[in-house]
């Protein structure tokens, strides 16, 4: 009769203990990676999205509708987006489900917002009559005021001829001057950035050679003798660059938009064009392609809301290689003094904690603290003392990549030591009295056997910091980070590594895409698409690592590991 409650018990005493709290464990480790999958793909499905090209519709409304787009009864755009529509009334809502209206309503790209003052409008679904694809509808990408949709009329051209869109050589002859204004528009930023640049600077360092001379002074005299020949380069380099750029507005680009209105391009405003209901598959990939690499390859444009993202690249990587050099000596050298030579005792327990709770410390304490120690007290030293000339103008004194990386070094450095900590710790305690009995040094032992078998811990350590560094935006706003940077901080122009200079950052460039832009619903396709880059970026500048740990890991194994 008791025999099933006996079998229960059996089978209860067999369980292992704690069966439940894994099971438990495991739902739990599910749930995080299912939820991680899913932000993941939300970022890439919507980051992929901004450079794939989408068909243009054309929708016209009823006569005696009250829908209408500007003066017109047609709108013309791609579809962004589709949701219901949000009717706050009840008794409204009710009325039209009754009516049998439609609760659709789609968000549609129209451009041209030098015309509208918008680039997107949303449109009643149950309003429209008819929805078509028109095939000469173009899309201009252009330099200002974001792209253009628009059917294509006229080519005014240097001659003062008129070539028709309807001439069959118009694509042809449209799609060469586009390429002569992208190569003039390089030639003019390489004459401005580069021979200009390095002139201009050159000329303001003599100027402040020549402040406190007397102007009837030899030395005055002297240095003005240098300065006149390049001011001669100056503007002659100048007056190119400006022919360059009346060349761009020689020839005139005539388009009509939906409104009826005609528009009148310049040529050098035109960054390019495609006809989005003429693409075939192939020819979407394709452009999709271009569009990546563009935004991978260009400066921004248009309140960063257009055109590409290198300079924050390029200042992300160079602001995290520059944290990684800074906190990997601090921390390690830091971790050997605590383990190796520290008594243990109440202050050494103490600094751990210390260092500990530093790692909980908002960001944006570090980057007061950074604001107020490296850019005004180190920063305002280092301009005393060698920059006197250029002051009241700072040098060092305001916000820099190196103080940048200074500052998310010193928010960092708490993650190094603690994983240096481990792996000097885990070294076998036979390798180091090995080596102390066949005679070496305490510090020779921790230089050959410690040391080259804790790397990989090390650069765990490193793994985390630049993981959270390259990441990092509230501090960087106080020391050095800026909206758009006019020059990068490497460049060709001695000594090529401007550790003073601001810098463009991915993180910032997020946070400024999203809250601060003009025109959010713009903006918010390339916040997307940045934050997908700074994804991968971070997840590559970690790959390379984490294979550097493995190599070093397997070089040094030992029994131990």
Request: aromatic content about 10%.
């Given at each position: ?16 203990p ?20 899913g ?18 519709v ?10 209408k787009?500007?003066?017109?009864k ?7 987006k ?11 809502r009710?009325e039209a489900?009754?009516?049998?209206e ?15 003052g ?15 694809a ?51 528009r ?11 640049g390095a ?90 392609i ?13 309140a ?11 200042g ?7 944290m ?36 909980g ?14 850019v ?19 040098t060092?004194?305001?916000g ?10 010193l928010?960092?450095v ?10 000097l710790a ?58 758009l940077?006019?020059t ?13 200079r601001?810098?463009?950052h ?10 601060q ?32 740990r ?9 029994g131990?590991?």
């Amino acid at each position: 009769m008791h025999a099933p409650a006996d079998n229960l018990k059996a089978r209860s005493a067999l369980r292992a203990p704690g069966e439940a709290l894994v099971w438990l464990c495991g739902m739990g480790l599910s749930l995080g990676l299912l939820m991680v999958v899913g932000l993941l793909a939300v970022i890439v499905m919507n980051g992929a999205s901004v450079f794939w090209p989408r068909q243009v519709v054309q929708m016209r409304f009823a006569e005696d509708s009250p829908a209408k787009f500007m003066e017109s009864k047609t709108i013309v755009g791609e579809v962004a987006k589709k949701q219901e529509k949000i009717i706050s009334d009840v008794k409204l809502r009710e009325e039209a489900a009754a009516r049998g209206e439609s609760s659709e309503e789609w968000q549609l790209y129209v451009g041209n917002k030098d015309v509208y003052g918008l680039n997107f409008a949303y449109v009643d679904r149950g309003a429209v009559v008819e929805t078509t694809a028109p095939r000469d509808i173009m899309r201009i990408e252009r330099m200002e005021y974001g792209d253009a949709l628009g059917v294509p009329r006229a080519l005014l051209l240097q001659d003062g001829t008129q070539m028709s869109a309807t001439d069959p050589s118009f694509y042809g002859k449209f799609s060469a001057l586009v390429k002569d204004a992208k190569r003039l528009r390089r030639e003019i930023m390489r004459l401005e950035r580069k021979e200009i640049g390095a002139i201009n600077a050159e000329i303001q360092g003599l100027q402040l050679d020549q402040r406190g001379l007397a102007e009837d002074s030899g030395e005055y005299q002297a240095i003005q003798q240098k300065v006149a020949p390049l001011q001669e380069r100056y503007e002659v380099l100048a007056t190119k660059a400006g022919e360059l750029r009346a060349q761009q507005d020689d020839v005139k680009f005539v388009y009509q938009v939906v409104t009826g209105q005609e528009q009148t391009l310049d040529i050098g405003q035109v960054v390019g064009f495609y006809y989005p209901n003429q693409l075939s598959v192939m020819d979407r990939a394709g452009l999709f392609i271009h569009k990546a690499w563009s935004f991978l390859a260009e400066d921004p444009r248009e309140a960063n809301t257009e055109g590409g993202v290198f300079p924050a690249i390029f200042g992300t990587v160079i602001m995290t290689l520059l944290m990684s050099i800074a906190v990997v000596p601090f921390g390690v050298i830091a971790a050997i003094y605590l383990r190796e030579y520290a008594s243990q005792g109440f202050f050494v327990r103490a600094v751990r904690i210390a260092v500990n709770n530093l790692a909980g410390v908002p960001s944006i304490v570090f980057g007061v603290f950074g604001l107020g120690f490296f850019v005004y007290f180190v920063g305002g030293t280092i301009d005393s003392i060698f920059f006197a000339k250029s002051l009241p103008t700072p040098t060092f004194g305001t916000g820099g990549i190196l103080w940048a990386a200074l500052t998310l070094a010193l928010m960092t450095v708490p993650v190094v030591i603690v994983a240096t900590e481990e792996a000097l710790a885990a070294v076998p305690r036979g390798a180091r009295e090995g080596s102390l009995a066949c005679g070496a040094s305490k510090w020779q032992t921790i230089q050959w056997i410690v040391l080259p078998s804790s790397i990989p811990g090390i650069l765990t350590g490193l793994i985390l910091a630049m993981a959270r560094g390259a990441g990092e935006v509230a501090p960087l706003m106080l020391v050095g980070v800026v909206k758009l940077a006019p020059t990068l901080p490497l460049d060709g122009v001695w000594p090529f590594m401007h550790l003073e200079r601001k810098f463009m950052h991915l993180g910032f460039h997020i946070y400024d895409l999203g809250f601060q832009s003009p025109d959010s619903e713009a903006a918010k396709p390339m916040v997307f698409a940045t934050t997908l880059l700074l994804i991968v970026l971070v997840v590559m500048l970690n790959l390379g690592a984490i294979i550097l740990r493995e190599r070093l890991r397997r070089r040094y194994r030992t029994g131990a590991f």
